[in-house]
Each structure stands twice: as C-alpha cells, then as structure tokens.
C-alpha cells in the first residue's frame, strides 16, 4: 500500500455531508468545509488512478490529496515502459476542472421548456424514481425498443449493465454515425466486419522501424500528445514524415514535408498514388497474389466476383472454402487450386481484380490529382514513390479531419487498395489506420457477470441520422455525456426531434448541451472521486488499470456505478447486479484466460493499479502473419456489397456540400472544418479554466480571406448557411487554407456569442454506407458557410 | 560546484502547454499567471504560422526563467531578495521583496510575473508541492526550478520535465560533465537565448 497512515479519512468526509437548497449553486469554497478547519485531519496521501479512455491517452496517473482535495496529478510509473509514464494538460487541468463552476451539483429536474436550462435540484431518490417511472411509461406504451440509450462521454467504463437492462436501442459511437467514415471503406478489406473504426494495424511505437510515414488528415502530434515520445523517437531514427492537411498542423510543421491538400479531396490523392504505383510497377506482385484478392476474377456482366455462386450478400470469414473464389490458370480454377495464377487477365467473360483496377486508375492520371488536390504532381509521385519503394510505410488517417466527410469510405478503401498494391502490412514498422490510441494488443478476456436472459439491447434502426429523421419508434433517449452535440449535425433539426421525446435523461458530469434538453438530469462523479475503494477495471497498452479512490464524491455526483445501480434498482432490476463494483471487478479478473493470471483486485493495488498482462514482452502487431479474418482469408479489396453503387473498386466521387464547383459556393464560399487538437477531447475540457488560458472558441480564417471580408483579430463573426448559424471571436492564421475556415471541434455554446457550431453542419447521410459495417458517416467537415462581421 | 538548468529540444516541442499547467499546479500559480510559458515564435498569437500560405514555418519556444549565470535581475534587486542560490538556480526570498519590480524591467527574458492584486487562485486552495512558500499580493515570482520538490528528494526532477508529452526536457548539473544534460548541451549545438546580453542562461536550447 502506498497510503500514508497519517489521518486523511476524516478530512475527505466534508463533501457529502453537506446538502444545498434546492437549485442553489453552491460554489467549491462554500461547498467544501474550509482546509484551515481540517488542521486535526490534516496530511497528504497518494493514490492511484486512471485517466480518459476516450483520448486513447489511457494515462494512469498518481494522484496527491491534502486536505481532502486532490492537489496534484502526475504520470504514474508504469512497470517496464517508462515512456508510459504520461500525462498531458488536459489531466493536469482537473486539479481545477473537477472543482469547477460548471459541475452537476445534484440531480435536477426540469422546470422550463426544453434547452430553457430551467430546472430544480431533487433528491437521487426523486430522481431515480422518476426515471424509472419515465421508462417504463414510454415503453408500455411504445415497446422496449422505444428507449435509445446512447453514449459519448468518459463515464462509459463504469456503467457496465445500463445497455442492457433497459433492453432499448444503442447507439454506440463505436458502431455508429462518427469516427466511422474511413474505417467503412477500410476495414472489410481486413475481414474486420464488426466495424473497428479503421484501428491501425500497428502501434505508433512501430514507426521506429518505419522508413516512410504518411499522415493523412491526422494531427497525431497534438491529438494523440502521448504518443510523442514515439513519433519523436521515429522521426529521430530517420523516418522520412509526410503531412497531408489543408491546414499547417503540429503534425505538418513537425514533418519533413507538407502537402496542403484541398479539402475533401484525400481520395483522389490516394487513387492517383494507386495509378502511379501500377504505372510505374511499384507494386508488390508476390504480396498482391499470395495475400490479396487481386488475382480473383469479376465476371464482366454482373460486375461480381466469380464464385459457385455469386453474391452481393455481407461476406462471413471463410466463405471462401465452401464457395470458393476463382482465378485465371490456364482456365478458370478455384483460387486454392491454382499454382500460378494470373494477376492480369482479361476475355470475354472475366476479369481479374488488378486488371480491372488498372482500367479504373486510367481515370486518375497524375495531371487529374494535381488539379483536384492542387498539389504539386512531383512531389505526389516522389511521396508515392518514396512510400510504395522506401518501406517499411505507413498510412496513418485521422478522424478528424477526412472522416468527416460524406463519402469518406472511399477514403479508406482507396488506402487499403494501395496498402494491399504496396505490401505494407506485413513488414515491421509498416501499417495503416487510425494510430491516436494503442492500437494493437494481445488484449484479454475478462469475467463476465452472468446476466438475466431477458437483458440485453433491442434491435433497432442504424444510425443517428435514422433514428432522428426517419420514424424510427425512438420516444425516449438517455444519454451518457453529451450525445446530442458530439453525434448529430444540424442542431435545428435535433432540437425539432428531442422536443418530440417522451422523456430525456441525461448522465454527466458537467452540464453540457444534452443536459439542457434532459428532463432529468444525474451528476456522475469525475473519474478520480469514488464512495468504494475501488471503481471500474480496464485493460490499456496491455496492461490492466484500476481506478482508484482519489477522493470522496464532490457534491451531491454519484460514481458511475452507483447511478446505475440506483437506476436498476428503481425499475426493480437491481437484485441481478452485483452489489458493488468490487464484486463485479472480482468476477471480472476470476478469468480462465491465462493473460488475467494472478491478478487480482489486491494485486492491482498493491502494485497502484497497475500491471502488465501476462502476455509476451514484445509488442503485439496485426496481419504481419496476413491472417486476414475475410472469406478467402486474404486482403480483399473488391467489395460485391457494393456492386449497385459502382464502388467495388474505389472510385472518385466529389464530396456532398464542400466541394469546387459546386454552385452553393457562391453563397457559401468557405469550407468548416471542426479539427482536434492538444486542448480538448471532442466537447470535454471546454470548460476547464487550466485550458482556457490558452483556447476559447474562436473561428480561424486565413488572413486573406479576413481582410476580404474587412475583419481583424477578435472580432465577433458570424458564420452562417441555410441551415444555421453560430457567432464567436475570429483569429487570423496563415496556418489556415485560403478558402477554409477552422474552429476546435466540440466548443460550448456558452463560451461562444452564439453556438453551438453543429447549428450549421452538414447532416446528409451517405445510403451506401448503410451497406457498409456502420451507419453512414456525419459529414460534419462536408460543409460550406459564409463568413461576415457579427 | 552544481550549476542546475535544462536543455529543451525544440525539435520535439508541439506547443501543448503542458508543462506550462504542469508547472502552474506544482507551484500553485495563480490565475492570469504562469511561469513557464509557451510562445510560437514570431507570433502574438499562439498556434500561429510564418510566412505566406503554403510556405510556412513554425517554432514553439517554451519559455521560464533562464537561471542565468550573470542574472540582470539580481543585479538590480535593492533588497538582496532575488539571489543566486548554492545550486546554482536563481531564486527569490518572498519575505525580503519589496514589489519594485526593478527584477521585471531588467529580465531581458520577461520571465517574472507579479502579484499585482489579491492572487486568484482557481481552484482556492493551495495545489501542488505541500512547501511551496505562498505568494502574497506586492510579490514578485518566476519559475525556481522547482526548488522545493528538487531539493526534498534528489531523485525529483522539475515538474515540466516529469510531464512533458515529448520528453523534450532535460534537467541536470550542467557542471558534472558526466550528466545528461552536459552532454546533450555538447554535442546538439545548444545554444542560449539572447546571448549578446551576457546573462549567460543555464537553460539551453536545441533544435
């Protein structure tokens, strides 16, 4: 135990004995007994806990207490990695952020109209109560799938049963709606059929082996902090860096080359790299037909591949050896008949995979990528070159920037089509994706809790915009963290929909936007405030990480177990949870995977809420071995599924709204882009005062296109369209693209003159993504706006 | 003899500020404050860019006290408070500041910062290292190397060092030649800011 005995107990006892009246807004200093009367109870302690999943940052950290107040936070030290020892600004920032003004101070209720912001402070028990009381209400009335239960927001670790015992619709934002657009096109061709969000195959720690890496609309420097040690460290070893971005990025300054891309155009980048590679025989032929799809055959007249029987149908893992795929062998043979393949062929009837591709990439001569980029062709052939012929390569893809575009699948299957040309996959230090997490892991299987068999989701329709535009029976929503926000574009028409529900329940532990549309609304405790020793368990870069009690609940929150044990309990559900969240951490690590052995609850604090998996020392990596997880067991790169939409190979199409030559731009000139940044995740640490010093909402425009429009520094603008408007100081930047306009994504419309941003985003749904793994993309970055002096 | 200081590596530096917030939370900073701040070069703004779009250029510089070695603000301090200390740091006495603010003027730097009302301290109590001295209304403060966490344990480092994303810092004795810190100084073409003003800063830089 770290602990010190000196008498902290009695000091971290102020918090929860002292109750407000209603709708009183007690502030910290009034809330929290005074430090100087705790002088008998006075001492520090140490403690241990984790940070932000939702960063990917997964940073554990060690955690001061004097007084009962946590004083400071710092990186925990991590047995056998050091460069694990992190922590960014945005956890240094919850010494003030958790004590701040805009905490849920206790269950309210609401007294105004909706998104009045009018409401009352209730008891837990009023409040649970009156949530179960709403439930039950809406689905009597409507059926079970009549509650959507949808979540964006840091709590979601310690809510463990909610999904399931209000047996509603889910709307994950892992399987729906965001950070969903490149992985649609890239993951099938992986066999990764359950959606992993383009999830890079390898670790950023891999790129110490890497000779070429290509960032594509990924601001890895600033949006995955953490990982920097890494991405120096490769940099520093010799890997030639290239940025794409319309913006001069951290990412871009730190590279040995940018490539100020037009926005919206990543695809016809990537098609016109594939035309170069097959022009110029960059390819890898002995990758390209032992391990991908390219030498299967098309049958010319129904555009699908040739198999027993053909299909359009979603593909299972290892269809392939019950309806073989064929191939061009002195005739026509089942793929895993034929010695020698052809990689080319063409007749009458067939067509293999390659040749066809290289009719297509006809299409995407060099001088047709310059133009629709407006990059300069020789540097596109010298990056291409230097990617497809100094490996190894990666494609690292952010989901900030090109994911957030109406057709971004494309995107992903052209990266892909070019990782399976180039051979990247299966070299150390060579890999595609989304790399602001630890991505790849031996990972282990926890316990589980044996539920009811009546528990579980209920199906529904897919995808936000669906569920919100189309009658898809949803009559009641609860919301862990701020959903309404994060996950739907056009805020006009969100309000329209919310203003409709039966009943809203909000869960959070700051009031943001989604709270102000709440009936109820129930405040979570921050990660580091807990009733029981101990809180949720997860695994992170192959470790297991414990939250620990740092401090007691503040206010009147709840940790995010007790919420939903109060809420299981109030609608008579609570005999089948486990009582406490040791219990269910318990069971979970009582695991038969040999990974999880010898850890336990105890072991975890003896040894701060920390230890390795028992799983090898080296890093996991991904499809090195090429065990792609897809019906012939190779990359596949042609998608049947899309047979009716032309794209079975990638082929370019404009974006939906920001695009040139569309005719709104004379109205609407200016391209939005919501970025991520080093400040926030998505909408959370907008309120923090530490991060505040350095950021408040402020729309960046390049100086030009201020000066056209007479503006300077901290004016107040309003940026506009047909769909809505927001107002907020403008920034002049020449980091900004002539034609673009940027602001961080997720700003508070109480930090704005008038807000929020996604009152004007674009929320047209792409109907062919509806085929691919998740619902369609929102196209938030897909918008035009016009900007003038408020 | 020890000489403290740090050599920073602007090479890894992104500009996030997290040594600026980890430094803030270790010495109690108050609000409108900071010790230890970040500037992109060139710019009055942060996160800003030189040059005309596309040909652009952008270097962060995170900025503190230099510890110099020749401290123009010692010099000009009437009443002994700012000093140089036996580590080779220079710190200040808050009992014996006077608020003249002689020290501020002459940091060629623009390192120190002054308590010119009541400090705002959000959150309201005090954060950080339990024996950083408090700093009243009418003091004077800058980055001390974090002398008090340093000089408790001598495993300790700065808490920008400890928190820096990018390990973009190194703190040591830049008279062991044997340290780090000697070293890197060495053999990356160190350099210090402003040298023609001949306060010799103990905080290096690279790129």
């Not at chain 1, 009335?141 to 840091?154: H, M, R, S, V």
């Not at chain 1, 177990?561 to 005999?575: R, W």
């Not at chain 1, 792409?766 to 016009?786: G, M």
């Not at chain 2, 002398?147 to 040591?172: F, L, Q």
Request: net charge negative; aromatic share 10%.
């Amino acid at each position: 135990m770290s602990l010190t005995r000196r008498g902290f107990l009695k000091a971290a006892g102020a918090a929860a004995a002292v109750t407000t009246a209603a709708g009183g807004a007690a502030s910290y200093g009034t809330w929290l007994k005074p430090s100087k009367a705790l002088a008998q109870g006075t001492g520090e302690k140490t403690a241990y806990t984790f940070h932000q999943w939702h960063c990917g940052g997964n940073c554990s950290l060690k955690c001061t207490v004097r007084d009962g107040r946590m004083v400071q936070v710092e990186p925990n030290n991590w047995p056998g990695e050091k460069k694990f020892n992190t922590i960014c600004l945005k956890g240094i920032s919850e010494v003030q952020h958790i004590y701040g003004d805009t905490r849920i101070q206790t269950p309210l209720k609401r007294v105004g109209e909706r998104g009045s912001g009018q409401f009352v402070s209730i008891s837990w028990d009023e409040a649970f109560d009156e949530c179960a009381k709403q439930i039950k209400a809406v689905q009597d009335k409507y059926g079970e799938q009549a509650i959507l239960f949808d979540t964006c927001l840091e709590p979601r670790t310690g809510f463990a049963f909610i999904a399931d015992f209000l047996k509603g619709q889910i709307q994950d934002e892992d399987i729906e709606g965001v950070d969903v657009g490149i992985g649609n096109g890239m993951d099938p061709a992986l066999g990764r059929y359950d959606n992993q969000e383009m999830l890079a195959t390898c670790s950023v720690a891999d790129w110490v082996h890497s000779n070429t890496i290509l960032m594509l609309g990924t601001n890895l420097p600033e949006s995955g902090l953490v990982y920097n040690r890494w991405f120096f460290d490769a940099k520093e070893a010799g890997a030639k860096m290239w940025t794409i971005d319309p913006h001069y990025t951290t990412a871009a300054c730190k590279s040995d080359e940018w490539m100020p891309i037009q926005p919206g155009t990543d695809a016809a980048l990537l098609l016109g790299m594939i035309s170069l590679v097959i022009e110029n025989k960059w390819y890898d032929e002995d990758f390209m037909l032992n391990y991908t799809s390219f030498p299967f055959l098309i049958d010319k007249a129904t555009g699908l591949l040739e198999r027993d029987t053909q299909t359009k149908d979603a593909p299972e893992e290892g269809s392939g050896a019950t309806n073989p795929f064929k191939v061009w062998d002195d005739g026509v043979k089942n793929y895993t008949d034929s010695s020698h393949p052809q990689l080319e062929f063409e007749n009458d009837k067939y067509i293999t995979v390659f040749s066809q591709l290289k009719k297509n990439a006809a299409a995407y001569t060099l001088d047709w990528t310059a133009k629709k980029t407006h990059l300069d062709p020789d540097k596109i052939t010298q990056m291409t070159d230097e990617f497809a012929n100094n490996q190894p390569s990666v494609l690292a893809m952010g989901w900030g920037g090109p994911d957030k575009w109406y057709n971004a699948d494309v995107v992903g299957h052209a990266a892909v089509t070019l990782a399976g040309l180039c051979g990247i996959t299966d070299k150390q230090g060579g890999g595609l994706g989304g790399y602001n997490q630890w991505q790849v892991t031996y990972g282990c299987e926890f316990g589980e809790w044996p539920e009811p068999d009546d528990w579980g989701t209920a199906d529904g329709t897919e995808g936000n915009f669906e569920r919100r535009d189309d009658d898809a029976g949803v009559h009641g929503y609860v919301a862990l963290g701020d959903s309404l926000l994060m996950h739907y574009a056009d805020t006009n028409k969100t309000r329209e929909w919310v203003n409709m529900l039966d009943f809203v329940l909000a869960v959070d532990i700051y009031h943001t936007f989604t709270c102000d549309w709440a009936d109820i609304v129930l405040p979570a405790s921050s990660k580091f405030e807990l009733n029981e020793d101990i809180g949720s368990v997860k695994t992170a870069r192959d470790y297991v990480e414990l939250q620990q009690k740092v401090i007691d609940p503040l206010f009147e929150s709840k940790p995010d177990y007790e919420i939903e044990y109060g809420l299981a309990k109030a609608m008579g559900c609570a005999d089948a949870l486990p009582k406490t969240r040791r219990e269910l951490d318990e069971v979970m690590l009582d695991s038969d995977d040999p990974a999880l052995a010898g850890i336990t609850v105890d072991s975890l604090i003896a040894n701060n809420g920390l230890q390795r998996l028992n799983v090898p020392e080296e890093w996991a990596t991904s499809y090195q071995d090429h065990d792609f997880t897809t019906p012939s067991g190779r990359m596949e790169l042609y998608y049947d599924w899309l047979a009716d939409d032309d794209q079975q190979l990638p082929a370019y199409e404009d974006p939906n709204e920001a695009y040139e030559g569309n005719p709104l731009m004379e109205k609407y000139p200016l391209q939005l882009t919501q970025a991520r940044s080093k400040f926030f995740i998505h909408d959370q640490f907008v309120d923090a005062k530490w991060i505040q010093q350095f950021y408040v909402a402020t729309l960046e425009l390049n100086p030009k296109d201020a000066e056209d429009r007479g503006l300077k520094n901290d004016d107040i603008v309003r940026a506009y369209n047909d769909r809505g408007e927001f107002k907020c100081k403008v920034r002049l930047n020449n980091a900004i693209r002539p034609g673009s306009s940027r602001i961080y994504e997720g700003q508070w419309a109480k930090y704005m003159e008038e807000g929020p941003v996604q009152n004007l985003t674009n929320d047209n749904r792409n109907k062919r993504s509806i085929w691919l793994n998740a619902a369609p993309v929102a196209p938030f970055n897909d918008t035009l706006v016009q900007v003038e002096k408020a | 003899m020890t000489k403290l200081g740090m050599v920073i590596d602007l090479s890894r530096c992104v500009g996030c500020h997290t040594c600026a917030n980890a430094c803030k939370m270790s010495n109690n900073v108050p609000m409108g404050m900071l010790w230890n701040r970040v500037l992109t070069d060139g710019d009055e703004v942060l996160d800003g860019a030189q040059g005309t779009y596309p040909n652009l250029t952008r270097t962060y510089v995170p900025l503190a006290c230099q510890h110099c070695e020749n401290p123009a603000c010692q010099k000009v301090c009437p009443t002994g408070a700012t000093y140089k200390d036996d580590k080779g740091r220079v710190e200040i006495d808050y009992d014996k500041c006077i608020g003249c603010r002689f020290c501020m003027a002459a940091c060629p730097y623009n390192a120190r910062v002054f308590n010119w009302s009541e400090p705002d301290h959000d959150p309201d109590f005090q954060t950080g290292f339990k024996d950083v001295p408090i700093r009243p209304r009418g003091v004077m403060e800058k980055c001390s190397l974090c002398k008090e966490r340093c000089d408790a344990d001598p495993e300790n480092e700065p808490m920008c060092v400890v928190c820096c994303p990018s390990s973009a810092r190194i703190y040591g004795d830049l008279d062991d030649p044997d340290s780090e810190i000697s070293k890197i100084v060495k053999q990356s073409n160190a350099y210090t800011l402003l040298e023609g003003k001949g306060t010799r800063p103990q905080v290096y830089y690279h790129d």
